[in-house]
Every structure is written in structure tokens, then in C-alpha cells.
């Protein structure tokens, strides 16, 4: 398997909140200003850590939203029973310092100079964050790779990005499919992602295409199983997972 | 000194009384999350071998049911992954690494364990020797699922959880570490939970 080392130590570096943006009703993007920010590249995410009043500390990692070059933002999605992810998206505001280090990972990794085939982006709900930085990227390098993003999500007001992801742009196809709720008059896919889109959408395996699949387990499981039937090599097959109580989001 | 996050008092989740089985920065989870780089693999045991080999010399081999048919052990173990998860007292049904390395002689200081799917990941010989680690084939008494890392993976319970390689088909025995799959990307060469070391130079 390719890849680039990452290097040297990861410190924690103190971060100051500049934005918050609201995405949908439980997600929101926080953006930094981290003065020593080594940069990182579409895929990496990031480590956050909370301290208490009495010194208790709680650490989660998070996939970042940006592209490299940005100013680096993750996108929180707020779990009911989660420890940390309601303070992120409730109680943070701009201007309060938080701590955090990375870029961490390194082989769900988008890289715009050596990867030039299509790229199949499927994203389960907030998997969709590090599929955004690739996204960016490949927009602001102007890269030539077109993409497809295969979105499930629970419902439209749930998609995060909409509005971006709606920007024409002939290189992008966006496909969305809605498994829990439709709104009226909805055209576009419904229910899990199965075997016969999956085939709609996935380029030929004869144009050296990349896939990359984030979400939830059986989101991933699905879709990478799915992608090995039809023929793409398991090494052409990026996945990163989450579960219910915890994992990257 | 780390600045105050705004709003937040933690939740604490671990189990009362269980605070000294949970290490720093980790949080008790009931369930079991999957966590791999690439898709889930399916080698069926009548393909499965399990190898200790040297220099891409196959010093031992083992077939599916000659793996069965060493002594079982059940071990019942805390598993702490890298993500933050602990899962406390899971169950599994495995064949201890030391069985299989009594087998072979060498002088090795390290392995790397290799798997379906291109995975690698390196231990030192003395963490995989002493009772601390085992070829796992079984988990809560069925067999162990794919997306689990079945029909079998390395089970080391004392380091992160990214050194139990998932799909695991051997081990090649070192004279000195080197990194295996997370380890290239960043991730700490050793993965001691207890201390932290979650990437390399913590």
C-alpha cells in the first residue's frame, strides 16, 4: 500500500474558534485559526480536546471539513448521548480557544497531484466531512478528476453542504438518496444505498476509478462490498468508519 | 495548562468501580465498533493458512483445522482501541501465540503480523509471548465475524487495539521493528493504552 509517512511528534496546539456555521439542525462547522498549523491534506482529521473547570479532560477525533490551504474547520454533528459533540455544536462560540493536534491519518487521503482518475465519494449522513475536503480540493486545484458524491442521508434538511454541494459544477455529480423521509414531489433516491445503484453510480472499473466511503459501519460495509463485486480492487477502496457511540464523529 | 472548554463539565462515562480497568482517555462502550482502512475480507477457512515465516522463508505453516486443533484457550480481557473505546470483559476463544511459536525456532526480536487485505502491523516478540497474546478464532462462544477480523485475527488486549491485526495469516519474525500499516501513517510504534501513545512521540 502507497503512502507518505507522517512524521515528528504531534503536539497539542491551542486553536481559536473564528466561526461557527449552523449546517442543518444538529450539525455546524467550527473553523480555526491555529498560528502553527503544519497543513494537511483532504481525508486527515484531527484531534480536539476539552477540559473541565476541575481539570477532567475528554478528547475525540473529528475528520476535517476544509480543503488544505483553508483555514481548518471540522463539522460536528451533535449525538444525543454523546460526551463531547454537544458542547462542541451547543456552548462553543467564536473567540473561545480550544485545544486540538494533527493532521492525523494518513492513507484516507485524497492527493489532487498523483490521483487523477474519477473519484467515488459515498458518504453515510456526517461521513460526508472528510468527502467535503476532497471535494474543496479538487475544486481549488482545479484538478481535472471528476467526481461523483453518493450521499444517504435521513432526509433532505439533514444534508450537510446542501447549498454548496448544489453549485453547479461540471466535474461534480451529486446523487443523494433519502432513507428515512422524502419531501414532496422528491425525484432523486430513496432508501439504503442497494447493489443496483451502487452499479448506477460507480464509474468503470476500466477508468482506474477511487473510491472512498465514510459513514456509519453498515453504511460502509455495504458500499465497499458492493464496489469489490463490481469489479474495483480492494487497494482502490478507502473506507473510514464510525459507530454509534463514538469512532471519528 | 490546558484553557477551559466553554459549557463543559464531561459526562464520565465509565462504570462506577471500573475506573482503574479504563485507560486515560478512554470511554467505556457496550457495543462493538469496526474500524478498518479497507473493505471486510472473506477468506474462507478451507484457504486459511497461518504462517510464522523469516525472510519470506515459511518456517511454519499451519492449515485451518491443524490451527483448530491445538489447545483452546477462553480469555476474557478489556480491549481498548486507539479511537477512544473500551469494551470491558469480552470474550474469546483462541489459540495462544506461544503454542504456535513453540513450534518454530528462532531468535527474533519483533514480528510483523500480515493479513488479508495488504495489513500489517509490528509488536515486539516479548509482547506477543508470556500469555499476552493469542490467535483468536472465536468471540461470545460463536465464530468471530469478518467485520470483527474472522475467520481469525491477533488478539493483544494489553496494547491498542490497531496491533490486533483483523484477518491475520502469519507472522514474519524480525530482528528489528518496523513500522507496519498505521505505524507508516503516524500512528506509535509500541501503542501502550495505559501510556498513551497514541501517534508517534507520545
Known amino acids: 500500500m502507497e503512502g507518505t509517512a507522517v512524521r515528528g511528534r504531534l503536539t497539542w496546539q491551542s486553536a481559536t474558534v473564528t466561526k461557527i456555521i449552523p449546517e442543518t439542525a444538529r450539525a455546524s462547522t467550527i473553523v480555526f485559526e491555529i498560528p502553527d498549523w503544519a497543513g494537511h491534506r483532504a481525508g486527515q482529521h484531527l484531534d480536539v480536546r476539552l477540559t473541565a473547570d476541575d481539570g477532567y479532560r475528554a478528547e475525540r477525533s473529528y475528520s476535517i471539513a476544509s480543503a488544505p490551504g483553508e483555514p481548518v474547520a471540522i463539522t460536528v454533528e451533535r449525538l444525543e448521548d454523546g460526551e463531547v459533540s454537544p458542547d462542541l455544536t451547543e456552548e462553543l462560540r467564536a473567540g473561545d480557544e480550544i485545544e486540538l493536534r494533527g493532521p492525523i491519518g494518513g492513507y484516507f487521503v485524497w492527493d489532487p497531484a498523483t490521483n487523477v482518475g474519477p473519484l467515488l465519494l ?128 | 495548562m490546558s484553557p477551559v472548554t466553554r459549557g463543559f463539565h464531561g459526562r464520565r462515562r465509565t462504570p462506577p468501580g471500573e475506573e482503574g480497568r479504563v485507560p486515560p482517555g478512554q470511554y467505556v462502550t457496550s457495543d462493538f465498533p469496526v474500524l478498518s482502512a479497507g473493505p471486510t475480507q472473506h477468506t474462507p477457512t478451507e484457504k486459511w493458512t497461518f504462517s510464522i515465516t523469516q525472510g519470506g522463508d515459511t518456517k511454519k505453516s499451519w492449515t485451518w483445522d491443524e490451527m483448530r486443533a491445538l489447545p483452546e484457550e477462553n480469555v476474557t480481557t478489556d480491549i481498548h482501541c486507539v479511537t477512544r473505546w473500551s469494551k470491558l470483559d469480552t470474550h474469546w476463544q483462541a489459540v495462544s501465540i506461544d503454542t504456535l511459536l513453540e513450534q518454530v525456532e528462532h531468535q527474533a526480536a519483533y514480528v510483523l503480523a500480515f493479513s488479508d487485505g495488504g495489513y500489517t502491523t509490528n509488536l515486539p516478540l516479548r509482547d506477543v509471548t508470556g500469555g499476552q497474546a493469542w490467535l483468536a478464532y472465536g468471540y461470545d462462544g460463536g465464530p468471530l465475524p469478518p467485520e470483527h477480523g474472522g475467520p481469525a485475527r491477533l488478539l493483544v488486549p494489553h496494547l491498542y487495539f490497531w496491533k490486533s491485526a483483523k484477518w491475520v495469516r502469519g507472522l514474519e519474525l524480525l530482528d528489528t521493528d518496523q513500522p507496519g500499516f498505521w505505524e507508516t501513517y503516524g500512528y506509535h510504534m509500541y501503542g501502550d493504552p495505559w501510556k498513551e501513545q497514541r501517534y508517534a512521540g507520545d
Open chain 1, 122 to 249: 459515498a458518504a453515510g449522513g456526517s461521513g460526508v466531512v472528510p468527502l467535503r475536503a476532497i471535494i474543496r480540493n479538487r475544486e481549488l486545484t482545479g484538478s481535472t478528476a471528476k467526481a461523483r458524491l453518493l450521499y444517504s442521508s435521513r432526509s433532505l434538511p439533514d444534508v450537510i453542504y446542501r447549498a454548496e454541494f448544489e453549485r453547479p459544477d461540471p466535474g461534480l455529480d451529486v446523487i443523494y438518496t433519502l432513507t428515512r423521509s422524502q419531501p414532496p414531489g422528491w425525484r432523486g433516491h430513496a432508501g439504503r444505498v442497494d447493489d443496483a445503484l451502487l452499479a448506477e453510480v460507480a464509474w468503470p472499473t476500466g477508468q482506474d476509478p477511487l473510491a472512498f466511503v465514510c459513514g456509519p459501519t453498515s453504511f460502509v460495509e455495504t458500499i465497499a462490498e458492493g464496489l469489490v463485486g463490481l469489479g474495483y480492487p480492494e487497494d482502490r477502496v478507502k473506507t473510514e468508519r464510525f459507530g454509534a457511540t463514538g469512532g471519528r464523529q
